[in-house]
């Protein structure tokens, strides 16, 4: 079994930076490091989306048109944490940030992810 675990949410304003790290504990020896990871938002209203995914060497990467050149992904395994930074937030960002791990592939579908945690809320004020 994988447990992940979000951390660094919080409020900000428009404009402004924050950074979301994942750490990952249990059984990660064969899942984290050789598996893809990804996070994901849900906004209230709307449905859960894709926010970036990467590969298990960090050395390939995708993110969403709706973040892309504000967010960024990556992940440190020596220590088994995720990370997503996050600048140029805006209002519309605003909801619960999950972190994925366990898919395949390089791919923003929720449904190729095994393994999640159970959310940081960020708020992003105008």
């Known amino acids: 079994q994988v447990h992940l675990e979000e951390s660094g949410g919080g409020s900000v304003q428009a404009g402004g930076s924050m950074r979301l790290s994942c750490a990952a ?11 893809y990871m990804g996070w994901f ?4 209203g709307k449905e859960r989306e894709g926010i970036a995914a990467i590969s298990p060497s960090g050395g ?4 969403a048109d709706s ?9 440190d395994n020596a220590k088994n944490t995720l990370y997503l930074q996050m600048d140029s937030l805006k209002p519309e960002d605003a909801g619960i940030y999950y ?15 095994a393994y999640w945690g159970q959310g940081t809320q960020v708020t ?3």
């Open 99 to 113: 972190c994925a791990a366990g898919a395949v592939t390089l791919t923003l579908r929720s449904r190729a992810y």
């Open 25 to 35: 504990s249990g059984h990660t020896d064969n899942t984290i490091n050789i598996r």
């Open 67 to 75: 973040v892309l050149g504000r967010f960024t992904i990556s992940r």
């Open 124 to 126: 992003v004020s105008s």
């Open 60 to 63: 390939a990467r995708t993110h």
């Open 41 to 44: 938002r849900h906004a209230p």
